[in-house]
């Protein structure tokens, strides 16, 4: 049996106690929506990380699919944990739960077969596509930043307005309301 058929046996078995892991991030009143509700509409999160998954699994496995497709699918993922209140190591973690899953599920199956080598090419894959997720999560953490600092600067300049028109006793301004 070749390594790539040992993956696709154990696909649904591994996408889904990732989606798990991902969803045990979560706080414990979210986690029983995020499992429940189907809708990728009502529940962006869990549809989000169930595309991930799929696609971080097929990449990790050597599956034929186009890097774009990948990056595709976990840049998705990746802003939603950006924008969470997680710390990197907590948004980016679950990449890393991959490897213990993978160890469980299917390295006694590719042991068994002779393909311990396949495997820890998996596991290679698995860190390089943890690297690309941290580049594209600290991309879209910039992003954010510089955002949040626009907006400030936004507020800044109307106040800084509006005191102009206090001091300068416009109109407009509540000095002139007497």
Known sequence: MKAIDVFRQHKDAVTALW????????????????????DPFGNPVAHMT?????????????????????RKA?????????????TPSQGLGVFSALKPILRAQVMPALQAE??????LET???????TLL???????DRE?????????????????ARW?????????DGPANAR
Not at 76 to 86: C, D, E, G
């Open 19 to 38: 989606t798990e892991t991902v969803f045990n991030t979560y706080p414990f009143e979210t986690t029983g929506f995020l499992r429940t509700k189907h």
């Open 50 to 70: 169930k595309e991930a998954a799929a696609a971080l699994y097929d990449a990790v496995t050597g599956e034929h699919v186009a890097v774009e497709q990948v």
């Open 74 to 86: 976990l840049d998705r993922f990746i802003k939603l944990r950006a924008v969470q209140k997680f």
């Open 114 to 119: 002779g393909l311990l080598a396949e495997y």
């Open 123 to 129: 596991e290679s894959r698995v860190d390089t596509l």
């Open 133 to 139: 997720a941290f580049d594209m999560y600290m991309e």
């Open 143 to 159: 992003i954010l930043a510089q955002s949040r600092i626009t907006e400030i600067r936004n507020q800044y300049a109307q106040l």
């Open 163 to 171: 005191a102009q028109k206090l001091e300068s006793g416009s109109p």
